[in-house]
């Protein structure tokens, strides 16, 4: 079945979404890594001062935490957005796509980067190898989330269980997905006005601060339309 072009690009939509939280969550897990690798270090000989990054303006480095919340909460919203669509199926499913993908840039990773593929989220590197190593690798799993449902019976199960149990708490997901976004948008904010005042807008921080304006307003979104509320489970 040829899809529609509202079609597509409906589910371009969703999957950009789903691509940007995993690049926030990318973004997030190398920024609080490098912090408390720190601390674990020197922690042993000095007490670690008050963690204040982008500081006036930004009051605890810890709200990161809180950035990569907003992004895992606005996974499954996006996600279904585009599984409610009938695009047909192009030779094989979604999730093979996500696994090639997967596969050829572990491989290219390994290949053209001296960055061990286990610590590739971890480092601090401005190499362009890496860097496209750590995107399309983000496109993969981004893939794979799409159709994850796919990939086998048993995950399917797996998926509706924690379906149902993200339904008993449903409005509490609902509210701090508000709460998370909010804190997002402030964190964005944060970054904003200390790059500008330090003149440090780089394009790592361009990029950070770009996917976490979307996180915040996608949250928003999804908050407005009621999204964890109207979700349903199977009797």
């Not at 040829?2 to 939280?21: E, P, Q, T, Y």
């Not at 048993?154 to 449903?170: D, G, H, P, T």
């Not at 509210?175 to 804190?183: C, K, N």
């Amino acid at each position: 079945m040829v899809c529609s072009a509202w079609i597509l690009l409906k589910k371009s939509f969703s999957l950009a979404l789903i691509l940007n939280s995993m690049i926030t969550l990318a973004s997030v897990v190398g920024i609080l890594y490098s912090f408390y690798y720190s601390w674990v270090l020197y922690s042993f000989y000095n007490a670690w001062p008050y963690w204040k990054p982008y500081s006036p303006y930004l009051i605890n480095g810890n709200l990161f935490l809180i950035v990569g919340a907003a992004a895992l909460i606005n996974i499954f919203p996006s996600a279904s957005i585009g599984r409610c669509l009938h695009t047909g199926r192009l030779w094989f499913h979604h999730y093979v796509y996500g696994f090639f993908v997967i596969f050829s840039s572990a491989i290219f990773v390994i290949v053209a980067t001296s960055v061990s593929l286990l610590s590739l989220f971890f480092v601090n590197s401005a190499n362009v190898s890496v860097n496209a190593g750590r995107f399309f690798i983000l496109i993969g799993l981004t893939l794979l989330i799409d159709d994850l449902p796919d990939v086998s019976k048993r995950v399917e199960s797996a998926l509706n269980r924690l379906k149902s149990k993200f339904y008993q708490i449903r409005k509490a997901i609902h509210g701090l997905q508000l709460i998370t976004g909010l804190l997002t948008f402030y964190v964005f904010l944060a970054i904003a006005a200390s790059s500008i005042q330090h003149h440090s807008l780089t394009i790592s921080n361009s990029l950070t601060m770009g996917t976490m304006l979307i996180t915040s307003l996608t949250a928003f979104a999804f908050v407005k339309r009621k999204a964890w509320l109207k979700i349903s489970v199977s009797k």
